[in-house]
């Protein structure tokens, strides 16, 4: 019940591309659905959340969006520039997905 | 300024000898949760606090333990590392549990290398 997946494993996106990333999970019980970004070395932060009531969210060039019935959200980030390149976890009340490796290409 | 504070953020100690890594916050939250973290994987739950409330996960070794003297503090001591538990300790609070929508604020990680 608290599985949660995530892919892909790890994306390779052009500089000013579009990067998606999806999480599924297992525990209709959960109520939050936030991505993370962590730099190496560094502990993860809140990047995005979203509420089980709305199906999108935008925050500047990233934008969360929510699937209930499919039990699945996703994270894209428009106009992809080197900086984003990090790994971003999902991690529905706080259950962390194993993680998409995002490189950005310049 | 900071806000979830880890120290050391680099920790070296021999095969079975005791550390105690810290972890302290100035958000005044409720909820404070460890998290191990190893290379390349996600961060792990290890046990949190909801205020004086230990909670366990299933999966965490003995060897691991907590305390919460006070809203501010939280440790994590490993009584006897293994090299297995060489890997980043991430500490985190939030003001509430995960089902009241909380951001959950992440300090900087303490990186334990087991010699």
């Known amino acids: 019940q608290q599985q949660v997946k995530q892919s892909p494993q790890s994306l390779i996106v052009q500089k000013g591309g579009i990067s998606i990333i999806n999480c599924a999970y297992e525990?209709?019980?959960?109520?939050?659905f936030p991505w993370y970004q962590q730099f190496p070395g560094k502990g993860p932060a809140l990047l995005i959340a979203i509420r089980p009531d709305v199906s999108e969210k935008k925050e500047g060039r990233f934008t969360i969006s929510f699937n209930k019935s499919a039990k699945q959200f996703s994270l894209h980030i428009m106009d992809s520039q080197p900086g984003d390149s990090a790994t971003y976890f999902c991690?529905?009340?706080?259950?962390f997905g194993p993680g998409t490796r995002l490189s950005v290409l310049p | 300024d900071a806000m979830v504070i880890q120290n050391p953020r680099y920790q070296v100690t021999q095969f079975g000898k005791p550390v105690t890594l810290s972890c302290s916050q100035t958000l005044n939250h409720n909820v404070m949760y460890w998290y191990q973290q190893k290379s390349s994987q996600a961060p792990k739950l290890l046990f949190h606090y909801y205020d004086k409330d230990f909670n366990n996960e299933a999966d965490t070794p003995d060897n691991f333990q907590s305390r919460r003297p006070n809203t501010s503090f939280c440790f994590l001591d490993i009584r006897s590392p293994g090299l297995g538990d060489a890997a980043m300790y991430l500490c985190a609070t939030s003001r509430d549990r995960a089902s009241q929508v909380n951001e959950q604020f992440f300090g900087p990680g303490t990186r334990l290398t087991v010699l």
């Open positions: 991690a529905p009340n706080f259950v």
């Open positions: 525990n209709t019980a959960f109520d939050y």
